[in-house]
């Protein structure tokens, strides 16, 4: 329905995605229901604010509405309470003090890398959470809206941080399909399209390709980059 009624069309990137469907839940949705006209620099505001307690929050899926509100400041009771009327947070049980939780965990995901991209660059941060599957959604969705995403990918990509069978490697290809196109290094594509593509080759030449698991769950994601191989178009 937010796509409808802006007649856009549906968003190739979840980062894009989600921005949209948070836009339309504080914009438009039940706009009957609205309290005050909100605009564009409203609910911008609104995201960066709540996107500060969502980093500080996650990785749970629940947490006690206190600790959701130390990283509001002086509006934490308003801002929550206009997310649970806006069906973006929700209550994890019907007791008062019951937790919050977001309506969906991308949401979750998508306001805490918000947050990060609005942080200074850290790779060691990166590095850290690279190991731990719990945050590969955090690092893909904030491929997405880094002003200058080329850092985490090369860092990524770079096979010396890597094991044997690259899983960081197939962490950067999902980052890079994240990444609008027009912000993509056609020559960081093509390199990582030709490390995954070596790699594969040498596996299944051998039989072993199986041991590829992260690699080979992201190979379609690897045909979507436009990326060459020998010089030709994968």
Not at 193 to 212: A, I, M, P
């Amino acid at each position: 329905r937010v796509f409808e009624n802006d007649k856009t069309r549906f968003p190739d990137r979840r980062s894009e995605l989600y921005h949209q469907v948070l836009r339309g839940l504080l914009k438009d949705w039940r706009r009957e229901d609205k309290e005050a006209e909100t605009d564009d620099f409203d609910v911008e505001s609104t995201l960066d604010q709540v996107s500060v307690a969502a980093r500080a929050v996650y990785p749970h899926s629940e947490f006690p509405v206190l600790d959701f509100a130390n990283s509001l400041g002086a509006d934490a009771k308003t801002l929550i309470s206009k997310f649970v009327r806006e069906g973006i947070l929700s209550r994890a049980g019907s007791h008062e003090d019951a937790p919050l939780m977001f309506l969906h965990r991308t949401f979750h995901e998508y306001l805490a890398a918000r947050r990060m991209a609005q942080l200074p660059w850290d790779g060691n941060t990166v590095d850290t959470w690279s190991l731990d599957v719990t945050w590969h959604p955090i690092l893909v969705l904030l491929a997405g809206q880094l002003e200058q995403p080329q850092a985490l990918v090369e860092l990524l990509a770079d096979p010396r941080h890597d094991d044997l069978f690259r899983p960081r490697l197939a962490l950067a290809i999902l980052c890079l399909r994240e990444i609008p196109a027009s912000k993509r290094d056609p020559a960081l594509v093509n390199r990582v399209t030709t490390e995954t593509v070596d790699l594969w080759l040498y596996h299944h030449e051998r039989g072993t390709e199986n041991v590829l698991h992260h690699v080979n769950a992201v190979i379609n994601a690897l045909t979507e980059l436009d990326g060459h191989y020998c010089g030709r178009p994968l």
